[in-house]
């Protein structure tokens, strides 16, 4: 064997360091060598991608066999690695096997051809110095006031972690003033910052203040000095693995840095353009605050009352209090089934009896109105069955608006509330059947409208253009009934008439979640008008990946759901920020391929069909939003793109995560070419087809693909078993379109 060369200051020759490798079986006669059984898996990558051309033996392992090779390997973080070459043979370390993995990435991508190498990646902690005005942070402490509530105790305590975890110092945390302070302090009535604002200021002494409004205000505070000033990213990747909070960390990054200063004189304050945000991002724990949202669905959040309140956004709170049975005269067997009357009389008595008790019950338990929760949900059911008796009927022809009846029996709920709850809300639903607003009645002061950008009579909202209505004119329409205009008006309308509106949103297609199609060239617009009419709070609905489908991986709009948050703190940001806040998630998500992936972003606005098309709707195909031509002649781009992307991903992890986004990529362009390709195809296209095809079904089982939402009847699940292109070639695309003749065309393929 050849001698190693300058592997550390003394020379190691490779038969004293793998003596026990003279005896290699066919399969290991490779120049790529694993010392250990845990460089196994990175010896096969390796050998898969460079195979036998390699200059000289490389030699693969962690750092239980570091000592081998005389190098010390303990400062290294987990995800360290060194790489050493001298003209002759290589050494490759790394701290641990996800060390190894991304060294053996780095050295493939970057190094391979190269006759010197001396890398050393990951070496002691991320963040080499934290100063304060000048001051090494190990000077500092940090104060909490004595009667601290839960809420800035956490807060404190995060920040200490975090502290620690980027520089290896964790402060202590003081009840009593010092010298050299990070200062948590709460302002309970100050009207600049509310509830959840804050300033981050470093004052002449050198001390650093994190000054919050009453609530949540000094967290968030504590987040963004985090985020802002420090480094970290709190990314949640659903591509991945399940989150838990035992293995919360591994979801955030760290930046590296040699030197961090928090300068003299910072002044930094901010309030949350909206300041009711539930982003739907389907996680626990602590995930939720580190994105600055603020609601949540129920009372039972472990930081319900500081880092949560139960969401003002009306749900469907009738069908719910149904179900409790609540109502003696009517029959709701499933929430939304039917509505009831909302003018009878007995009605609206058990509704009193029945909400009033619900709230009694919550204060009696501790919890507190405006912080722990801050409306009751009185909206009307999942559904369309409205009454139609006599009195209903004089309401909705009195107020030319079928929203009439529910908003009368609101108002009485409100007036009830007023009396015996002050400060509490009344939320109700400007929804399915109710969106259009009344012409004479408006809502009572304390009542919320949660008004729906969803589907109403005769109409579907346009996923292509903003929803301010500009680009979709009150006449523009397709076969659906399309058009943002008409629900902007609606909208304007209920903003002017109403002191507070709450706003659902539907950013995504929710059934057909597999053809992916852009929401980074509306989000903005959407947020910035709902911004300028005032809304005050938000729920995002089909935003969350996989929501009835728990532990199912999906595809790559986790990037909207994570602009959605950072949006629903600052709707008003720059395009520099916009566009900055997008690459850094690309580039924690996927390293270098994170450019990649945007480029594909961007590809699927350019490939997206011209006109008004409902793909924000959750029951419609979004097949009608591609433009066909397009997708099918660049798929083979698109291909070339996503290969690049793994190749170039710098770890297993973000390998993974690429190969689940194409999964998007691949279906798009198999339901785009099928015609063309494979169907009136030559054989050589129709070979190529099969052979894509084929592909995608092994790559959907290995990452746990999850092809639909399987929410709507009209979709369902296709297990991925189903993946076979003898079998049943057809089933998948089928459900992607709302082509009866499509369909049909499909399963005459499948049956031959």
Not at 166 to 175: D, E, L, R
Not at 182 to 204: A, N, Q
Not at 365 to 373: A, M, Q, R
Not at 493 to 515: A, G, H, M, Q
Request: with cysteine; aromatic share 14%.
């Amino acid at each position: 064997m050849k001698k190693i060369l300058s592997l550390t200051l003394a020379a190691i020759t490779a038969a004293s360091v793998f003596a026990g490798c003279a005896q290699r079986s066919p399969e290991n006669a490779s120049p790529i060598h694993a010392v250990s059984s845990s460089a196994e898996s990175s010896a096969k990558w390796l050998r898969d991608r460079l195979g036998d051309s390699v200059n000289g033996d490389i030699f693969l392992a962690t750092s239980d066999d570091a000592d081998r090779f005389g190098i010390d390997t303990s400062s290294l973080r987990d995800e360290g690695y060194v790489i050493r070459r001298n003209g002759g043979d290589t050494v490759i370390l790394g701290s641990t096997e996800d060390g190894l993995d991304r060294g053996v990435r780095y050295f493939a991508n970057y190094c391979a051809d190269q006759d010197e190498i001396d890398v050393t990646y990951g070496e002691g902690f991320r963040v080499k110095k934290l100063t304060i005005a000048g001051r090494d942070i190990s000077e500092y402490s940090i104060y909490l006031f004595p009667d601290a509530d839960e809420c800035h105790t956490f807060a404190a305590q995060e920040l200490r972690k975090y502290i620690g975890l980027a520089c290896g110092y964790y402060p202590n945390i003081v009840s009593e003033k010092r010298d050299h302070m990070i200062v948590l302090e709460r302002l309970l009535d100050d009207p600049t910052l509310g509830e959840e604002g804050f300033t981050l200021s470093v004052k002449d002494n050198g001390n650093l203040y994190i000054t919050g409004g009453k609530w949540r205000g000094c967290m968030y505070g504590v987040y963004e000095l985090l985020e802002r000033y420090i480094g970290w990213r709190f990314f949640f990747n659903w591509q991945t693995e399940k989150y838990t909070e035992a293995n919360e960390e591994s979801f955030y990054y760290l930046y590296d840095s040699e030197h961090v200063e928090i300068p003299a004189g910072l002044g930094d304050t901010q309030v949350p353009t909206f300041p009711y945000r539930y982003g739907r991002f389907r996680s626990s724990g602590n995930h939720f605050v580190k994105m600055k949202e603020s609601t949540s669905v129920s009372n039972t959040t472990r930081y319900n009352g500081y880092g949560q309140s139960t969401c003002l956004a009306a749900n469907h709170g009738i069908g719910f209090a149904a179900q409790a049975g609540a109502f003696s005269e009517y029959s709701f067997e499933k929430m939304g089934d039917p509505q009831p009357c909302y003018t009878d009389e007995l009605f609206i008595e058990e509704a009193k009896t029945y909400f009033v008790d619900k709230v009694e019950k919550m204060i009696a338990s501790g919890l507190e109105i405006g912080k722990d929760f801050t409306a009751v949900d009185v909206a009307q059911p999942d559904s369309m069955d409205f009454c139609k008796c006599q009195e209903c009927m004089k309401a909705v022809a009195k107020e030319r608006a079928n929203s009439a009846p529910v908003l009368y029996f609101t108002n009485i709920m409100a007036d009830v509330m007023a009396e015996r709850f002050p400060g509490l809300w009344v939320s109700m639903l400007a929804y399915w059947g109710t969106s259009d607003p009344p012409t004479k009645t408006a809502p009572r002061d304390n009542v919320n409208v949660s008004y729906c950008f969803y589907n109403d009579i005769g109409k579907l909202v346009c996923g292509h253009h903003p929803l301010n209505g500009e680009k979709c004119t009150e006449h523009a329409s397709d076969s659906y009934g399309t058009t943002n205009y008409t629900y902007a008006e609606e909208f304007k309308e209920w903003c002017r008439i109403s002191k507070r509106v709450t706003v659902w949103y539907y950013p995504l297609n929710w059934d057909f979640k597999s053809l992916t199609f852009s929401t980074i060239k509306t989000l903005r617009d959407d947020f910035k008008f709902f911004s300028e009419y005032g809304v005050h709070g938000f729920w995002i609905c089909c935003a969350d990946p996989s929501p009835w489908n728990d532990g199912k991986r999906e595809s790559i709009d986790i990037l909207a759901m994570y602009i959605i948050q950072r949006l629903l703190w600052n709707a008003d940001m720059t395009d520099e920020e916009y566009r900055g806040m997008i690459d850094d998630y690309m580039y924690v998500l996927y390293g270098e391929s994170g450019k990649l992936i945007y480029d594909y972003y961007e590809w699927i606005a350019a490939s997206e069909a011209d006109g008004c098309w409902p793909v924000m709707a959750c029951y419609r195909s979004p097949a009608g939003a591609m433009n066909i031509e397009k997708t099918r002649d660049d798929f083979e781009l698109c291909i070339s793109m996503f290969e690049d992307a793994i190749k170039y991903a710098p770890s297993a992890k973000a390998e993974y995560a690429v190969r689940l986004a194409s999964c998007a990529m691949y279906t798009r362009g198999l339901f785009a070419s099928y015609y063309d390709r494979y169907l009136n195809g030559s054989e050589t296209q129709k070979a190529r087809y099969t052979e894509i095809w084929t592909y995608f079904r092994d790559l959907a089982v290995d990452t746990q693909y999850y092809f639909a939402g399987g929410y709507g009847a009209s979709v369902g699940e296709l297990k991925l078993s189903d993946f076979n292109i003898e079998e049943n070639p057809g089933e998948m695309l089928a459900r992607l379109s709302d082509s009866q003749s499509v369909v049909s065309e499909w399963w005459k393929w499948w049956e031959k």
